[in-house]
């Protein structure tokens, strides 16, 4: 079990992070990684609340990285500066378009692909760990299935070490991802990523960013209780619980929660699966 937090961006913010790692790291997370603001706006962050996670916290931490906004001197440069934290993981991503931008667009002597990022990796910090992202329902910006899943490919074999997918919620879309990269021989774990749903508008927005579909009977719960946030949060730690029970019994090699940087669904989730 790993979980993703976000760096905050004020210092009230950063007490109630602190709180919510308090809370979490007794179930023992085998990571938290942080993620990485749109064109590196919190690079430096992301580094430092890493570092804190190790140092404060006695957990492994995984830094998001992507290609947004950085030619490649930069992005080594940015890697030597994780590395010297003693950052040994990375969550290489191509990332989102900056805002204003209608499609991503490298910088000139940037890299234009995950792939690329995973090699640049590869090639100057061979012993650096890499995960990579997976998308059961597809990439919003792919045009097929098969096309997003040829990106995968190049990602694994450019020396990814595993892949962690994008929020879903029915997990019949992610048996028949892991089925497919399991017959592609690709010899990496697949982690599911789940995000317990807290408040229907925002994970509307979410879903609507990422291609992810909600089945209509879930839809249709939230949906009756759109005036009601506490029942909207008690359905969706619910249906999240049930999720995560259907991948451990299918024998998921572990569950990338996405806890939004507040730990209560993700507390009740993990007890109500028997781990403490």
């Known amino acids: ?28 997370p085998a990571f938290v990684s942080c993620t990485y603001g749109a064109g590196g706006s919190t690079s430096k962050r992301t580094v430092e609340w890493c570092r804190e996670i190790q140092e404060q916290f006695g957990v492994t931490s995984t830094a998001h990285f992507t290609c947004v906004g950085s030619t490649r001197e930069q992005l080594i440069e940015w890697l030597q500066f994780a590395w010297n934290a003693g950052i040994r993981n990375i969550m290489a991503l191509r990332g989102d378009a900056p805002a204003g931008q209608a499609e991503f667009q490298a910088v000139e002597g940037g890299l ?41 490919v190049r990602k694994v074999r450019c020396g990814a070490d595993a ?28 982690i599911p990523g789940i995000m317990p749903i807290t408040e229907f508008a925002r994970i509307q927005r979410i879903t609507a960013m990422c291609g992810a579909t909600m089945p209509v009977s879930l839809a249709s719960r939230l949906e009756a209780a759109k005036d009601d946030k506490q029942a909207q949060y008690e359905i969706g730690v619910e249906f999240a619980t049930a999720q995560c029970q259907e991948l451990i019994n299918q024998g998921v090699s572990g569950i990338h929660l996405y806890i939004l940087n507040k730990s209560h669904a993700g507390q009740e989730i993990l007890k109500s699966l028997g781990r403490s």
């Open 112 to 152: 234009k692909y995950a792939d690329a990022l995973v090699s640049l990796i590869r090639e100057h910090f061979p012993e650096m760990g890499i995960g990579v992202a997976g998308y059961p329902e597809k990439h919003p910006e792919a045009t097929s299935l098969d096309v997003d899943f040829e990106n995968l």
């Open 1 to 28: 079990m790993s979980i993703e937090i976000f760096p905050p961006k004020t210092a009230e913010a950063d007490e109630s992070l602190r709180q919510t790692l308090r809370e979490m790291t007794p179930f023992q």
């Open 163 to 190: 892949i962690f997918t994008q929020l879903f919620f029915d997990n019949s879309a992610f048996f028949r991802y892991r089925d497919r990269v399991a017959a592609s021989n690709l010899g990496v774990p697949v």
